[in-house]
């Protein structure tokens, strides 16, 4: 298999058996994972000005492989794993947010050096469960993050008014803000309204939506030092940035348009105050044309790199 990387190719083996030595390491050597977190080179830190890049790796944890009109696509893990290699082989990559069994294969592959690490938190709300607004934190907690040597966890928070569980959500939210900031770990909030529709969630994406689940999700928990935001790219980004002083990235979701659309949108609001990156998954590991190392490059130039004071 050859995944073209800009104008170089790297080969790649399709052998089934390329990453038969994790499930060996796994089976022999379990406390593996934790010795390559330990070792493992953290990141520079962040800084004002200089826009971070996150790659997103948990969706399949929610039961959610789709992409496009593919329902499987993120089934095959090999493929994930090399996906995810090619994309953080780019310098301009900053980090990875990925549930605890991705992450730990991307620790033993040595794949996280120097970069960005963020847990996802709440994956008990299954696509299209019966009860998926009960979103339960059945991923990385506040502790087990701190031992990885992490930055930080994210969790989806939807508020859904006409569902009761949507309460208990919140205040498991709103707990895990507090255990994160207690070890002085970033949380990564992730609001949406959402709404059932024949049986199914959807999130409301009109900027009047969004901006309201900003503000119910930026007063949880008894501190917001630690807390970020992780939102859509909707209409009048200008108003929904207007609604909070805390660092925000833009998520990519499952592309309904094409590449050089979703880029455009990227990139003007990329330019807002308080925009601190991207955190984005699908649309760059499963682009339609097939070449992730060139929509990696081609997202990474629409940050700003530059440290402040050196623009």
């Not at 790219?233 to 050089?260: C, I």
């Not at 130039?301 to 623009?311: D, F, I, T, V, Y």
Request: proline share 5%.
């Amino acid at each position: 298999m050859t995944i073209n990387l800009g104008a170089a190719a790297l080969a790649l083996d399709d052998d089934p058996r390329r990453y038969a030595h994790l499930s060996t390491i796994r089976l022999e050597d379990p406390e593996a994972i934790a010795r390559a977190a330990h070792s493992r080179r953290r990141h520079p830190g962040l800084k004002a000005g200089r826009q971070n890049f996150i790659v997103a790796a948990d969706h399949p944890a929610r039961g959610a492989l789709a992409v496009g009109s593919d329902p499987v696509a993120m089934a095959d893990r090999r493929q994930l794993l090399d996906r995810l290699q090619i994309a953080l082989a780019n310098p301009a990559v900053d980090g990875i947010l990925a549930s605890p069994d991705i992450m730990d294969d991307l620790l033993l592959l040595g794949a996280l050096e120097g970069k960005l690490v963020f847990g996802s938190m709440n994956r008990g709300g299954l696509s299209g469960l019966v009860n998926e607004i009960d979103d339960r934190f059945t991923g990385h907690t506040a502790a087990a993050l701190q031992a990885l040597g992490a930055d930080g966890g994210k969790m989806l928070t939807r508020i859904c008014l006409g569902d009761p569980d949507t309460v208990a959500m919140l205040e498991a939210t709103a707990k895990a803000i507090d255990s994160l900031a207690e070890r002085k770990l970033i949380a990564m909030v992730e609001p949406f309204l959402s709404v059932r529709e024949k049986g199914k969630v959807r999130n409301d994406l009109s900027t009047d939506a969004v901006i309201k689940s900003v503000a119910i999700a930026e007063g949880l928990g008894s501190t917001s030092a630690y807390t970020w935001m992780k939102l859509p790219v909707v209409a009048d980004m200008e108003r929904v940035m207007a609604a909070t002083t805390m660092p925000t990235v833009l998520l990519g979701g499952d592309p309904d348009n094409s590449q050089d659309q979703v880029f455009a949108t990227w990139e003007a609001a990329l330019a807002l105050p308080g925009v601190q990156g991207l955190t984005v998954g699908r649309t760059l590991l499963y682009p339609q044309d097939g070449d992730v190392a060139g929509a990696v490059a081609a997202a990474a130039s629409l940050l700003n790199h530059a440290p402040e004071g050196l623009e």
